[in-house]
């Protein structure tokens, strides 16, 4: 190829530097960023202290929402109080732009159309048209994916109604249709987004919930079958050459369960899986047993070689601690602003009453106790000391009782080297339920 004229590549090169100084100001004006060091780095270090408890982890997933449990909540807001739904769902938005997926974000833009109220309907009917055009360019991406050429092609295949891509095929080539045609093409591309993602997705939340406590289930009964057989007396040594096998193949199974469930524990997994043995496993109350309701010794003591054997791996029960304080801290701010009888503060879709608050403080007290048997004297110390500075930003009365049940095993001179604050972004210092419920003051502080 002759090369070009020295004028032909200056005025490319112009034209070139043009194009990128547009795009930048596009993405500027759209509050867009390619790449953004500075916010991923901080964004990257909120995140590491969100889930500072997981010490095993040095690199937790970036996700808009804390954990599986608020993205549950937001689930279950969109059918009951699209109002609170949206509020969160731009805070997503505002918070951790780069890092919202598109299809949240398309939800947002459906909600946001559907609950604005306007004296000019030509705003409205701007907002539904753009919701109903990105909702559609969803399938044009996995067309472009899957090599499909087509973008109706794609939307049969997914099932969407034709209706939808005509309406979008008319917005982006003639004109805006009727008000109350958008505003129904809206409610059945939400419908889909629900029934296709919301909806699935919460069934897999369920399904991982599931299956991770029968994981942790089955440790109880490997455990009891490992100390049958060390019991068992023998006397002949092909007697003890089999219980040799059956002792290493007992414990071959321990270690394989105990490493997938522990491998389950890593960034949000974390504080959601706590929240999840605890609202699912010991704070489960069966109504016709009245001595369940003050704490079952039973069912604690059946999982009390389980946290012994997760507590080896990393600091389950001191999680589980922590949980209980923030379930209890939230319940009280939640009551204390609504009528828990007309609007029950849940958590992993569970309602919390005043029932599992008592059985929240027993097992506090039986975990507790548990530690103080087998955890170093110092470690725990350290321990409750961190509970008990992150219980002080929270003056209630309840907050009281954990601060009375924690003081006997905090040792002053043990922690003369831990006295440096930890710096918490807003946000982040926990939460079960989400701070739109509740004044951003009462679960907000810079240090604990």
Not at 28 to 53: C, G, S, V, W
Not at 121 to 133: C, G, H, Y
Not at 173 to 178: D, G, L, N
Request: hydrophobic share 35%; proline share 3%.
């Amino acid at each position: 190829m002759p090369n070009q004229p020295s004028g032909t590549k200056k005025r490319n090169n112009e034209n070139r530097l043009i194009a990128q100084i547009k795009k930048q100001k596009f993405l500027n004006k759209h509050n867009y960023n390619e790449i953004n060091p500075d916010k991923q780095r901080n964004f990257a270090m909120e995140q590491h202290l969100r889930f500072k408890t997981d010490i095993h982890n040095s690199e937790c997933p970036l996700t808009v929402w804390t954990n599986w449990n608020e993205w549950l909540y937001v689930k279950q807001l969109l059918v009951n109080n699209m109002q609170e739904a949206l509020s969160t769902l731009s805070l997503w938005r505002q918070k951790y732009r780069d890092q919202v997926p598109v299809i949240i974000e398309t939800t947002f833009y459906l909600v946001e159309g559907l609950i604005i109220t306007s004296n000019n309907s030509s705003v409205k009917e701007q907002m539904l048209s753009n919701a109903i055009v990105r909702f559609v360019n969803l399938f044009s991406n996995l067309s472009s994916k899957q090599g499909v050429g087509h973008m109706s092609v794609n939307t049969t295949i997914a099932d969407c109604p034709k209706i939808l891509l005509d309406i979008r095929n008319q917005i982006s080539h003639k004109r805006f249709p009727h008000l109350e045609l958008l505003i129904c093409a809206a409610k059945q591309a939400l419908m889909w987004l629900k029934l296709r993602y919301w909806d699935k997705q919460e069934a897999q939340i369920e399904e991982y919930q599931t299956n991770w406590l029968n994981d942790c289930k089955k440790i109880i009964p490997l455990l009891l079958k490992k100390k049958e057989i060390e019991e068992r007396e023998v006397t002949h040594k092909k007697e003890r050459v089999t219980k040799l096998t059956q002792l290493n193949n007992v414990e071959k199974d321990i270690n394989t369960t105990v490493s997938s469930v522990v491998s389950e524990l890593k960034g949000p997994n974390l504080s959601f899986l706590l929240e999840t043995f605890i609202m699912k496993e010991l704070l489960v109350i069966n109504n016709n047993n009245s001595k369940r309701k003050k704490g079952n010794n039973d069912n604690f003591n059946t999982n009390r070689q389980l946290l012994d054997l997760l507590d080896s791996h990393l600091d389950f029960s001191v999680g589980l601690l922590r949980t209980i304080i923030i379930i209890v801290r939230d319940f009280e701010i939640y009551s204390s602003k609504y009528d828990i009888s007309q609007k029950p503060m849940t958590a992993l879709n569970i309602p919390i009453t005043l029932d599992m608050i008592e059985i929240c403080f027993v097992y506090f007290d039986k975990i507790l106790t548990n530690l103080s048997k087998t955890k170093e004297k110092v470690k725990l110390s350290v321990d409750c000391k961190e509970l008990i500075d992150f219980i002080k930003i929270n003056e209630t009365e309840l907050m009281q009782e954990f601060l009375t049940r924690l003081e006997p095993y905090h040792q002053e001179k043990s922690n003369t080297n831990n006295n440096t604050p930890i710096f918490i972004p807003p946000g982040c210092s926990g939460s079960l339920i989400l701070s739109s419920l509740l004044v951003k003051t009462d679960i907000d502080d810079a240090f604990i």
